[in-house]
């Protein structure tokens, strides 16, 4: 029997409250689902159906879809969601879950099985698991760039178009191209209207680099720690695997080895393989990962 949808749920964490999208049958297997950067809770409607006997909560994370954004003096670095995902865990009851995690969601999903290890049981990663490895050298100027990139977005407006298939063709030609379909499924929830026009929900600011970059022995620490059972997807299409620089492979396997419990699986596709004709492939795939949780 495939997952259903549910209904809307809200949760208040530090202040903040998060819309999210909750699918399956309570008492089932639970599972937080974090989507990429721009992106919503409706990233995994399109691969959800194909899966069972879970209990899944799909958050808008800050500053995203329905979530509020963060205070005037607040920033959008990947760590400060650790202690929001927790905090709804926390009133769900879930002192033990899995994560699911798509691009900047599957980076800040291992960050929190790394930093919360006992309540972390599995860990599926959906073309993505870690920022790029930084040095210390430059720490100076990535702030400096941060606070001026803050300031600029803190008082820029999002971009209108005169109609909501304009609004998806940009999302479908953006900076990450997506099936049509896709785009046009996290349109539904994250494109508004006022009096100019169409634009995205999405909080301006995060677009700003992040103040400080993790470096290797940051990161080091923290995948070292997970004691998940991991599941890394690769799309074979995606920008972020299809640089074959020595530099790149070697920090990549790097990373790689230090997860204690990790299966590597390479599938075709986009980025956005999750949302698009791979779908329901990727969603066998993450079931079979996921259904020991029980």
């Not at 964490?13 to 689902?33: S, Y």
Request: proline letters at 4%; charged letters at 20%; a negative charge.
């Amino acid at each position: 029997m495939s997952l259903e949808f549910i209904s809307e749920r809200t949760f208040n964490v530090n202040g903040l409250n998060f819309a999210a999208k909750e699918w399956g049958t309570p008492g089932a297997p639970p599972v937080i689902a974090l989507h990429g950067w721009l992106d919503n809770a409706a990233s995994f409607d399109v691969m959800l159906p194909f899966m069972d006997n879970l209990h899944i909560i799909a958050i808008d994370c800050a500053g995203h879809g329905n979530s509020s954004f963060r205070s005037a003096d607040s920033s959008y670095n990947i760590w400060q969601d650790i202690s929001e995902v927790i905090g709804i865990a926390d009133q769900l009851g879930w002192d033990r879950f899995a994560l699911l995690g798509h691009s900047r969601g599957a980076i800040i999903s291992s960050l929190v099985a790394g930093t919360f290890p006992e309540r972390i049981t599995h860990l599926a990663l959906i073309d993505g698991h870690i920022p790029s490895l930084a040095g210390a050298q430059g720490t100076a100027a990535q702030l400096a760039k941060s606070l001026h990139e803050h300031r600029r977005y803190s008082q820029s407006l999002p971009s209108f178009f005169h109609s909501f298939e304009r609004a998806i063709q940009a999302r479908t030609n953006g900076f990450l191209p997506l099936q049509e379909g896709a785009a046009t499924v996290l349109a539904q929830r994250g494109v508004r209207q006022e009096e100019r026009g169409f634009y995205w929900h999405n909080d301006q600011r995060l677009k700003a680099a992040s103040e400080l970059k993790l470096t290797r022995e940051h990161l080091k620490d923290f995948h070292s720690a997970i004691s998940a059972q991991v599941l890394l997807v690769e799309a074979q299409g995606s920008p972020f695997y299809s640089d074959s620089t020595s530099t790149n492979n070697q920090e990549r396997e790097e990373s790689l080895s230090w997860i204690a419990s990790l299966e590597l699986v390479s599938m075709p596709g986009s980025h956005h393989l999750h949302m698009e004709d791979q779908a329901e492939q990727l969603a066998c795939k993450v079931q079979s990962f996921l259904q020991p949780i029980g």
